[in-house]
Structures are given as C-alpha cells and as structure tokens.
C-alpha cells in the first residue's frame, strides 16, 4: 500500500482494540482499522499517552509524539524505515498509532529478524559486526553482534539523527517484503545526547554515499521554514528541534558514524 493510502487509514478509520502487547514497557494495544463497522484488512499499534511510563529525563505524556516525530523525520530524508505513523485520539484518549509490519511466520520467534544475534567469539562469522563483548549464565565468553548490512547501516545512521535512547535487537524487523523496519521510538528526539542501540559495529566508519544523500535531504528541510519543519513544531519543542537539526549538520559535515560515548553507558537494557 502507498505510504499516504496507510495514512489515511491510520487517521480516519475507527480503532478496533484486538489485545494488548505485553512485551512493551507501554500499554500498546493492537487494533483492528475498521471503516463503518467493517473491517479494513489492515491493522495498527495504538500506543495512548495516558499509557506511558513516567520516564526522569523525558516530559511526561510526550512519548506518542515522538513517535511520529521519528516517522517523520524516517520519511522527510527518504530514509523508510519507520512505519507510517500518525497522532490522532483513539479509544483510550490521544496517542500514536503505527502501521502494523505484517511478518513471515517464522520471524515471530526471532524478534531481531536474525539480524542481531549472541554467539561465542569462535563462531563470530565474517559479515558480521561485534559490539560487545560479555559472559553467558555459566561464565564463557560471548559476543553480541549485528549483520554487516546496508539497511542496518542506513537505520544505524537515521537512529543517530533521532538521538535514540533504545535501540533495541527487538525493535527490528523485516516485513514480507523483506524491507527492514524499526519501531519504537518513543524515547528519541531528547535535546541531549542520549543514543543507545545495538548498532555500534558500525561506529567509526563513513556513511555510504546513499545515506549522506538522506542526511543532506533531511538538513536542506531542517534549513527552512516548510512542512516538515511546521510539523515537528506540533510535536517537539524548540530545543528539541535545534537539537535534531545539530545532529544532522554535524554527521552531515563530519561524514563518518559517531563514536559510543565515553562518559554513560551507550547500550540499551535489555538488549532485546
């Protein structure tokens, strides 16, 4: 489906609440997109800010909008790679809704879609990427790793320009298409440096030609006054939005992927 017809849906149909997610640290509730009592055949991620979390270093109620924040910086730099995602009140009040990544059976008991994995160092294969060294239940040595893979790079690069806080192994995807997809992303967009993910095998080295070309879309956009810039400013605050267009000039002109920070822990927890 085109990206605005999932858009559309996402707005205007009348949410279906089918059960509830436990796995998230929010209350998310998988709905059902139904039009005039009938159903649609597609379905979505209804996350109501009254569901959240109190976090200490985010505002309070101010998750669901960065989620679309996330979705709209993804599509303003052609990076597609967040659901379609919109802000809109449902039946638990206001929040995000998301377009639901449909999986192949078998993805389901691999919330990582194979991309990140935990092997020993032996079998560390070539075209993958160590980030982290640590020891099982019984004390021998492991490694936690993720696929040397464009996409992954691609997402590696967008999660710096959204400063994600949590990039999780189980907030990757792939849909049936075999297109990679991240979600959750509620705790991104923070004015202050606050990036954690599983993706650091990439730290160090330069952006492909592709992505530099998505960060200099999303920058030229950043530079000026038009819709994306409109629609940020209903979502994030000022600060929040000098911040994301910081981030973007910087890895912009420096060209190469950042360092993990030296001065907090740079991972999520869990990992998964």
């Known amino acids: ?133 640590a020891e099982d239940e019984h004390g021998a040595p492991v490694v936690v790793a993720h696929a040397d893979d464009p996409a992954l790079r691609t997402m590696a690069t967008l999660d710096v320009l959204l400063n994600n806080a949590d990039r999780k192994a189980a907030h990757l995807t792939l849909d049936t298409q075999g297109r990679l997809r991240g979600f959750d992303h509620g705790v991104s967009l923070h004015e202050e440096d606050k990036l954690r993910t599983v993706l650091w095998g990439f730290a160090g080295e330069g952006m492909s030609e592709q992505d530099a070309g998505r960060v200099a879309a999303l920058a030229e956009l950043l530079g000026g006054d038009g819709g994306t810039v409109e629609q940020l400013g209903t979502l994030l605050s000022a600060e929040e939005i000098s911040a994301l267009r910081a981030r973007t000039e910087k890895l912009l002109a420096a060209g190469i992927l950042p360092m993990p920070p030296a001065g907090r822990y740079p991972l999520p927890w869990p990992l998964w």
């Open 1 to 133: 489906m085109q990206e605005d017809a999932a858009l559309e849906l996402l707005q205007a149909c009348t949410l279906e609440p089918l059960g509830v997610l436990t796995q998230a640290s929010n209350l998310t509730l998988l709905v059902d997109l139904t039009r005039d009592g009938e159903p649609t055949g597609h379905r979505g991620v209804y996350k109501p800010a009254r569901g959240e979390r109190p976090l200490h270093d985010f505002p309070p109620g101010s998750l669901a909008a960065r989620e679309v924040a996330a979705y709209a910086v993804s599509r303003a730099g052609g990076f597609d790679l967040v659901p379609p995602t919109v802000l809109r009140d449902g039946p638990l009040g206001p929040g995000s809704v998301q377009w639901w990544v449909e999986q192949e059976p078998e993805r389901l008991a691999d919330p990582s879609a194979g991309l990140v994995d935990v092997v020993t160092p032996e079998d560390l294969e070539p075209g993958w990427r160590a980030v982290v060294q």
